[in-house]
């Protein structure tokens, strides 16, 4: 009876330990929906279908941090026994949003033989910059050092985000290898590089004659571009794009204010002879990525430039 006893205060402890920070819950599939039904009435939210060629791996600890642990979902096409990877980071301004969020597009994308991740990461109200891209690159290197079991190339690795995701997964790519951005606590014999790049709708830089980013940033970057200029040149892959940034497409709404720092980008990886592609989603509003009929297009622009780049 002690120890059964025992055993329910310790798991007690650990699931309160896990549950205590903040979540905000705000930015939903749903709640998304809604805000966008008036405007495009004829939109569907994607549905899930069930694939025989993927296994599907949930919540999976890959770090833990002061007894939070932080988990990724893994969806790996079966048929092969080393798979091109793709890890897919979530949006939600960097405060909202959860990894479930990119489920259906890991699971097509897998489908169609690679093992994909999505992400868990500490959001702005729990850890704000450059926590979240310590956690991502940290997954990276989870993956890499478990890259059997994942049926994964560890030299063949994507990085695709969404939204503020998508910010993450450029920086991320820009800045492969750079100390200033690896967590020294993290212990792995593998590298958090990438080798590719997918930025769907993400900013390439905060402060620039495109950007309308306000609140939201400067929640995650402690503070104004006036109060922390550094945080928010620092967290702008612009700024870190040179001669070793990998292949990268842009997957763009129509709203520009997304866009804002990509022309700059591509002139700077253009003079690099870096491969880059952009593909405009037309008419489409921000979160497309969650609706039909923007969904299906934006899953053939990111398989087919996967294929080239890797296959």
């Given at each position: 009876?002690?120890?059964?006893?025992?055993?329910?205060?310790?798991?007690?402890?650990?699931?309160?330990a896990?549950?205590?920070?903040?979540?905000?819950?705000?930015?939903?599939?749903?709640?998304t929906?809604?805000?966008?039904?008036?405007?495009?009435?004829?939109?569907?939210?994607?549905?899930?279908?069930?694939?025989?060629?993927?296994?599907q791996?949930?919540?999976?600890?890959?770090?833990?941090?002061?007894?939070?642990?932080?988990?990724?979902?893994?969806?790996?096409?079966?048929?092969?026994?080393?798979?091109?990877?793709?890890?897919?980071?979530?949006?939600?301004?960097?405060?909202?949003?959860?990894?479930?969020?990119?489920?259906?597009?890991?699971?097509?994308?897998?489908?169609?033989?690679?093992?994909?991740?999505?992400?868990?990461?500490?959001?702005?109200?729990?850890?704000?910059?450059?926590?979240?891209?310590?956690?991502?690159?940290?997954?990276?290197?989870?993956?890499?050092?478990?890259?059997?079991?994942?049926?994964?190339?560890?030299?063949?690795?994507?990085?695709?985000?969404?939204?503020?995701?998508?910010?993450?997964?450029?920086?991320?790519g820009?800045?492969?290898e750079?100390?200033?951005?690896?967590?020294?606590?993290?212990?792995?014999?593998?590298?958090?590089?990438?080798?590719?790049?997918?930025?769907?709708?993400?900013?390439?830089a905060?402060?620039?004659?495109?950007?309308?980013?306000?609140?939201?940033?400067?929640?995650?970057?402690?503070?104004?571009?006036?109060?922390?200029?550094?945080?928010?040149n620092?967290?702008?892959?612009?700024?870190?794009?040179?001669?070793?940034?990998?292949?990268?497409?842009?997957?763009?709404?129509?709203?520009?204010?997304?866009?804002?720092?990509?022309?700059?980008?591509?002139?700077?990886?253009?003079?690099?002879?870096?491969?880059?592609?952009?593909?405009?989603?037309k008419?489409?509003p921000?979160?497309?990525?969650?609706?039909?009929?923007?969904?299906?297009?934006?899953?053939?622009?990111?398989?087919?430039?996967?294929?080239?780049?890797?296959?």
């Open positions: 009876m002690k120890k059964i006893m025992l055993f329910l205060f310790l798991f007690s402890n650990a699931i309160n896990q549950s205590n920070f903040k979540v905000d819950t705000s930015y939903t599939i749903k709640s929906y809604n805000k966008l039904l008036k405007k495009y009435p004829f939109i569907t939210i994607v549905k899930e279908k069930k694939y025989q060629n993927i296994d791996l949930n919540d999976i600890e890959y770090d833990l941090k002061k007894e939070r642990a932080l988990h990724l979902d893994a969806y790996v096409y079966k048929k092969n026994k080393t798979n091109s990877a793709v890890i897919l980071i979530h949006g939600g301004g960097w405060k909202s949003g959860n990894k479930n969020q990119m489920r259906i597009l890991a699971q097509e994308i897998a489908s169609k033989g690679y093992s994909c991740f999505t992400i868990e990461y500490r959001l702005a109200l729990e850890a704000k910059y450059p926590e979240g891209i310590y956690d991502v690159k940290n997954s990276i290197k989870f993956i890499k050092d478990n890259a059997g079991k994942f049926h994964v190339d560890p030299n063949k690795i994507a990085i695709l985000g969404c939204s503020s995701g998508g910010q993450m997964a450029a920086l991320i820009t800045t492969n750079n100390p200033a951005f690896e967590d020294a606590v993290f212990k792995s014999k593998s590298s958090s590089k990438v080798n590719t790049i997918i930025d769907v709708d993400g900013i390439l905060f402060k620039h004659v495109e950007s309308a980013e306000g609140e939201a940033a400067s929640f995650w970057l402690k503070g104004s571009y006036e109060e922390n200029p550094e945080n928010w620092n967290a702008s892959a612009l700024n870190h794009t040179d001669k070793n940034t990998p292949p990268i497409l842009f997957i763009n709404s129509s709203f520009e204010r997304f866009h804002a720092g990509r022309d700059d980008m591509i002139s700077i990886l253009n003079e690099n002879n870096i491969y880059n592609e952009v593909k405009i989603i008419d489409s921000h979160s497309f990525w969650f609706f039909q009929p923007w969904f299906d297009e934006m899953t053939v622009y990111i398989v087919q430039f996967l294929d080239k780049i890797f296959k």
